[in-house]
């Protein structure tokens, strides 16, 4: 399907362009259409700009145009991180003081990670979907390496604040595997991995286990329950504010996939919404 959309040139620099595709994104996505191409041709660096300032990718580039590529639903989560960033650690202060989903029992696992990670005298960690660096601030803080991965800048932003030193990279967890230069002792995703669905929660996983150290550990801290069953329960319970679109770690799931071959792979249930998750690596 093609479609052009053009702004007007008495609308230009007023920002129309980036509501009119934040629109068409949201429609897109209740048709349920993934990416989005769009061609330009090399001397637009108006157009040009526009693309790279509003999440596009280049695909591929000759001596004439320019192809990128957009994922929907990157983008439409992006967005929304990106309002959400300043006011995250408070919502999460709130949900966790009500001890009601998603929050409760978040303080409970940023110290088990504290924990684990502090076994170790010497780590590098990298936190992915690392938000406002609320889990890695405090190892940072006790001298640990850190690289965070956020597709949210302006939470990377919050997030740089507090980890001045350490080395971000603002793009999706799939993006980003290709900008790992490091192999790391703990690989960490709090509250972020339930925006993969199942099976790209697995790929994902098992891709990540080449930049994990040997002895290394992936640690996964959530909403998340031992079965579906359990899950459903949790859903019904909080049905009224349940996200549709999440998928919280099931460790049932996790055990009957290909994980169990390249981890052993434990879970600790906090309380009855959330739950630790270690993977170690085999
Ligand atoms: C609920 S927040 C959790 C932040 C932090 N880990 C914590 O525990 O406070 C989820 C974070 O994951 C990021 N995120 C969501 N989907 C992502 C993706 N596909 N790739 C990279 N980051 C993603 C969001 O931008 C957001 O900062």
Known sequence: MTRQ??????????????????KVLYELKRDKIDTI?????????????????NGFSVENKDDVDTKFVLNVKDQIRKELFDNWANNYNKSVIKSEQEETYPFAGYSNIKY???????????AHILDM???????????????????GVDLSEKMIDIAKKKLPNAIFICDTFQNSLTKLNAQYDFIIFNYSIHH???????????????????????????????????????????????????????????????????????????????????????
């Open 5 to 22: 959309l053009e702004t007007h040139r008495d609308y230009y620099h007023k920002g129309f362009a980036s509501k009119l595709l934040n």
């Open 37 to 53: 191409y769009s061609i330009v041709r090399n001397h637009n660096y108006k157009s040009l700009n526009f693309h790279y300032k």
């Open 112 to 122: 088990q990670i504290i924990d684990i990670v502090t076994k170790r005298s010497f």
């Open 129 to 147: 979907g690392v938000g406002t660096g609320e889990i890695t601030c405090p190892l940072y803080n006790l001298g640990y390496r850190v690289t």
């Open 196 to 282: 993969l669905d199942y099976q790209s929660q697995i790929d994902l996983l098992l891709k990540i286990n080449e930049n994990l150290s040997s002895q290394g550990r992936i640690i996964i801290g959530d909403v998340s329950t031992i079965n579906r069953e359990d899950m459903k329960k949790l859903q019904e319970k909080y049905n009224s504010i349940w996200d549709d679109e999440e998928y919280y770690p099931i460790l049932d799931i996790y055990q009957k996939s290909e994980l169990r071959n390249y981890y052993k792979i434990s879970y600790d249930k906090i309380n009855e919404v959330a739950g630790l998750f270690e993977l170690l690596k085999i």
